[in-house]
């Protein structure tokens, strides 16, 4: 019965690679996001989509692309990963601007 | 310009003390108040949060936080720490003129737990 999910937990890859993270939720809203978690555990917003549409794109290198095949769906594809990429990623949902719920985070390890 | 700020990156506390978190926004009106916490190799849960009304608000794991419209502030406490509460507190804003919903964090207090 997990709300948010995401794969993989622990990603690990060369420089250069590309990579996708998938996000899942299963409260039926309407709203998803990517933030990122920096080494110093800061967190920033760098996508949200309502209802498979864009809505946030904030500073984000183009490398990034989010994806929404869905409501209850939102990918993240990074081309030519770089060091700095190295980060934890958290997916989060809501319904609206209310409660933002987060997935556990996946662990990406740019070597 | 708009910034959460958490004052202290990093609080020590005995199990069994009280334990308080503070937390400072600087935004032109009101936004909506969120302390979320994380425990290690975790992901981000939700202990309670602010919209309007009683400015004294109850939250999971027996936190409570008080919002002070004065102060610009949104502290978070708890009576009596446990060792399960060692973990990083953020705490979250959202503009209330935000159609979307975009979160803006503090920095984080790491809490550690003594005996």
């Known amino acids: 019965d997990t709300a948010v999910s995401q794969t993989p937990k622990y990603l690990v890859t060369q420089m250069g690679n590309d990579k996708s993270i998938k996000c899942e939720q299963n409260?039926?809203?309407?709203?998803m996001y990517w933030y990122k978690q920096d080494s110093k555990k800061f967190l920033k917003i760098m996508f949200s989509?309502?209802?498979?549409?864009?809505?946030i794109n904030e500073t984000v290198p183009n490398r990034f692309s989010p994806k929404s095949p869905d409501k209850a769906h939102l990918n993240l594809h990074i081309n030519s990963l770089e060091l700095g990429d190295s980060a934890v990623y958290f997916c989060?949902?809501?319904?609206?601007?209310?409660?933002?719920?987060f997935g556990p985070g996946t662990r990406l390890t740019v070597l | 310009a708009q910034s959460v700020t958490q004052p202290d990156i990093h609080i020590t506390v005995s199990e069994g003390a009280s334990l308080e978190l503070r937390c400072n926004y600087s935004?032109?009106?009101?936004?909506?108040l969120f302390w979320y916490v994380q425990s290690p190799g975790q992901g981000l849960q939700l202990l309670l949060k602010?919209?309007?009304?009683?400015?004294l608000v109850q939250g999971i794991k027996g936190f409570e936080a008080e919002f002070k419209r004065s102060q610009s502030s949104f502290n978070l406490r708890k009576p009596s720490v446990h060792w399960s509460d060692a973990a990083e507190y953020f705490c979250?804003?959202?503009?209330?003129?935000?159609?979307?919903?975009?979160?803006?964090f503090g920095a984080g207090t790491q809490v550690v737990v003594t005996p």
């Open positions: 989509y309502n209802n498979k549409e864009l809505i």
């Open positions: 409260l039926g809203h309407d709203t």
């Open positions: 989060a949902s809501s319904l609206k601007t209310d409660t933002q719920y």
């Open positions: 935004y032109g009106a009101t936004p909506y």
């Open positions: 979250a804003v959202v503009m209330t003129t935000d159609s979307w919903g975009k979160l803006q």
């Open positions: 602010y919209f309007s009304g009683d400015t």
